[in-house]
């Protein structure tokens, strides 16, 4: 069921030792699309049917998400920063490194912004669907099930040992068109024991809330780095009925990003592919036909070189 749902040639990355997956369809300019959490690249199967005729579209599976490896605290530090690593250093890879169209959903949005913030000078376009790049906005509450997941035993054993967190998500993240139950299973399927939902609860457990929690500066940094990127292209497709990312998160990124092309979904979650897929990808491919009209950015005098890495590739 799985082949039909994702029918993609699966590659593979080794990546200090672990393999990670990735989809890499199509040819042409690179978008790239980064997954959060509890999520994985079959969020974006049918954006990268719809785009790779004209496009590479390459969508990675974070180390602990859907096919990618998922190994334990000690083999993987399931960090941020580390996380933007593993991208940079698959990108590195494949070759890609200039004319990028960056695509984010939720933890995607920290992690493909704080590449961005390393190389500016690649991105070329952004497409933001229902994330953040930014500390919690001041007027925003922290969610009381985010709390009890980061902070609570409770929440290690809700997330880890029912599942609790990706089953929830595949009901709540979705408004306007509740999942059929193939896709709800498809989604949940990668992390089908508590070994191998470590990173659903690491994701959550890393969100960094005051100074002194570990990659607060790191969130600071890529903060401060989205003013270089408010002369590039920018679409926002937005779902209204999102719990986490909703209505403060998107006024931050209209405040820092007020170039943008803002979308927004009044009946739709967080799972805006899901919710509104047809219409926000009718969005992206107009927003991908049309010219832009920004300068790029200058590419800097020195960058730092990326480890090399072996690959393998199979069906």
Not at 196 to 214: A, E, K, M, W, Y
């Amino acid at each position: 069921m799985l082949d039909t749902l994702l029918p993609f040639t699966r590659h593979f990355f080794s990546r200090n030792g672990h393999k990670l997956h990735y989809v890499n369809e199509g040819r042409g300019e690179p978008v790239v699309m980064v997954h959060g959490n509890p999520s994985w690249s079959f969020y974006y199967r049918n954006l990268v049917g719809a785009l790779k005729q004209d496009h590479q579209c390459i969508v990675p599976d974070h180390i602990g998400c859907g096919l990618s490896d998922k190994p334990g605290d000690v083999a993987y530090d399931y960090t941020l920063k580390q996380r933007i690593d593993d991208l940079e250093a698959l990108l590195a890879h494949l070759g890609v490194q200039e004319q990028i169209t960056l695509v984010v959903h939720d933890w995607g949005g920290m992690i493909g912004m704080g590449y961005a913030a390393r190389h500016p000078e690649r991105i070329k376009r952004l497409v933001i669907l229902n994330t953040g790049a930014f500390h919690l906005p001041e007027s925003k509450p922290f969610p009381w099930p985010l709390w009890i997941c980061r902070n609570t035993l409770l929440g290690t054993v809700l997330v880890r040992g029912f599942n609790a967190f990706s089953a929830i998500a595949s009901h709540v993240g979705v408004k306007r068109n509740p999942m059929p139950k193939a896709i709800r299973q498809a989604y949940v399927a990668p992390f089908n024991s508590w070994a191998n939902r470590i990173s659903t609860l690491r994701f959550v457990q890393d969100i960094p809330l005051r100074p002194g929690d570990r990659n607060y500066e790191l969130v600071s940094d890529i903060a401060a780095s989205l003013e270089k990127f408010t002369r590039v292209p920018t679409l926002i497709c937005w779902g209204l009925k999102d719990f986490v990312f909703d209505k403060h998160f998107l006024a931050e990124w209209r405040r820092r990003l007020p170039q943008a092309q803002v979308h927004e979904f009044a009946d739709c979650g967080h799972y805006i592919l899901e919710d509104a897929g047809e219409q926000v990808i009718a969005q992206i491919q107009a927003f991908l036909a049309a010219e832009p009209a920004a300068e790029p950015i200058a590419e800097p005098a020195a960058e730092q070189e990326t480890g090399q890495d072996m690959a393998q590739e199979t069906r």
